[in-house]
């Protein structure tokens, strides 16, 4: 599923060099982090969430297919402060 999430994340962003794709598995669900240069976070996730919301259900109807039980997030993370 984590090769499934690069493809589809580095496909949509203009920078694929800066996405990252981190699983953490936590008791039975794996949760896919991913790290996006700034620019990047808004095109993944689309106008009110629905390119995000894709990904997401077909992360889902995959990992279900499979056996697994997969979620995605989208980890931001905050510039050094002045």
Do not use: W
Not at 18 to 46: C, N, Q
């Amino acid at each position: 599923m984590q090769a499934f999430l690069e493809y589809v994340v580095k496909g949509l962003v203009d920078h694929p060099e800066a996405a990252t794709v981190t699983p953490v598995v936590k008791d039975a669900l794996t949760i896919y982090e991913v790290r996006l240069h700034p620019e990047d976070v808004g095109k993944v996730i689309g106008r009110q969430g629905m390119t995000i919301n894709a990904i997401r259900s077909l992360l889902v109807a995959g990992s279900a297919r499979k056996g697994l039980r997969c979620a995605m997030e989208i980890v931001e993370e905050k510039p050094p402060a002045r």
